[in-house]
Nanobody
Framework: VQLVESGGGLVQNGGSLRLSCAASGSTSSINAMGWDRQVPGKQRELVASITSRDGNTQYSDSVKGRFTISRAKNTMYLQMNSLKPEDTAVYYC????????????WGQGTQVTVSS
């Protein structure tokens, strides 16, 4: 499975962005997808995830009520509303699956910058 992200950029405090993550390859092997984010010098944080079978979603407390994860066929989205400067990070999408063995694969990352 290969993942390609898009949609990052610069936005003002309180603004919105939508990230996309397009999956290709053995997409039927994907059990769940999600988004992490990384700020230099800090630990990577799980932002949101969604399961393939039933669409069950989970969010970190820091984004709950502001971000929405969704998936349509082989593309996953992260709608980010009411953005704050502390949301500034590189956002990575990932996919978890089983193809002969369990795997996790990552996208290349996309920068989101929220100006104050």
């Amino acid at each position: 499975v290969q993942l390609v992200e898009s949609g990052g950029g610069l936005v003002q405090n309180g603004g919105s962005l939508r990230l996309s993550c397009a999956a290709s390859g053995s997409t039927s092997s994907i059990n769940a997808m999600g988004w992490d984010r990384q700020v230099p010098g800090k630990q990577r944080e799980l932002v949101a995830s969604i399961t393939s079978r039933d669409g069950n979603t989970q969010y970190s407390d820091s984004v709950k009520g502001r971000f929405t994860i969704s998936r349509a066929k082989n593309t996953m989205y992260l709608q980010m509303n009411s953005l704050k400067p502390e949301d500034t990070a590189v956002y990575y999408c990932y996919a978890d699956g089983l193809y002969y063995s369990h795997y996790r694969t990552w996208g290349q990352g996309t920068q989101v910058t929220v100006s104050s």
